[in-house]
């Protein structure tokens, strides 16, 4: 359960972690269209939407509209809070996983 | 897909791994492949030049067929590049969008320059000078774009490449136009080749 494991709940799902996951992979500065990160996650346009709607709540990512009509471009960027974010819980789910692996060994 | 907010730890590892794998598989270019595609241009297309005008005494002009080599291996490795470029850029915005579009303008302004001043000297120079222009002369832009790639995304071993380019198209200055093509064939070509290996080396450690 995310209460006990102590990780981030908004990123702790498994959508939501390939979101950040991904987003990550780019350099800082850049953005991901939403059809692409889409197409990379292999989801529907409303599942998408509303994880999305999470990260953007919690002030993780950060969703741009630019143009209009048909040619119009929304991106998706990691925004800086979101990053530490992820470090954070990658920090923590690493101790997690070295805990429960030094309590495997222990006679 | 259902969202799963009770997946274990060891889950969450796994869905973490497998996202990383997947986005360096869709947005990383591969630089391997990249340079070992200039660099065959060079050892290669260089290389069937110089081979054409070894023999010459004295030194008049690479054959056409070696001159057509070149293009077309050239045309090749634009395919090449633009393929393994494609997929790891599509909806990819931002900062490195900038930089992508600054290199390939500079690129393309001293390229155009570069014809222009071959044009404009042709009739006028001597047939080293004119040989150096040729030849060393899209070598030592290839180092520039290079060392402006380096600067712009802090890439050491472009910075390396553009550097050692720069340096061996600058060095075709004291040499004889065979010369020269050996030269930019061997330490141009040989470079791209080496920088890919050492990609390529690095890829599979970080992998």
Known sequence: ?107 | MVEDQDMSVREAAAVMQDARIRARHEFVISAPAVYTAWGLVWLLGYGAMWLSVRGQHPYRSPSGVSIAAVFVLAAFAVAAVLIVAHRAVAGVGGRSARRRTTILVTWATGYLILLVVQTAISGSVSVRTLAFVDFAGPLLLAGLVYLVAAVLGANRPALALGGWLVLVAVSCAWLAPAAMLATCALAGGGAFLLIAAAEARIGRHAG
């Open chain 1, 1 to 107: 359960m995310p209460a006990e494991h102590g990780l981030d709940p908004v990123i702790h799902g498994q959508v939501r972690l390939r979101v950040m996951v991904t987003l990550a992979a780019l350099p800082a500065g850049d953005d991901l269209s939403f059809t692409r990160l889409q197409e990379v996650l292999g989801l529907t346009p409303g599942n998408l939407i509303s994880h999305l709607r999470k990260l953007e709540e919690a002030g993780y990512v950060t969703t741009a509209r630019s143009g209009g009509g048909v040619t119009g471009r929304t991106s998706v960027s990691l925004s800086q809070q979101g990053r530490q974010a992820l470090d954070r819980y990658m920090a923590d789910l690493r101790e997690l996983l070295d805990s429960a692996g030094a309590a495997a060994r222990r006679p």
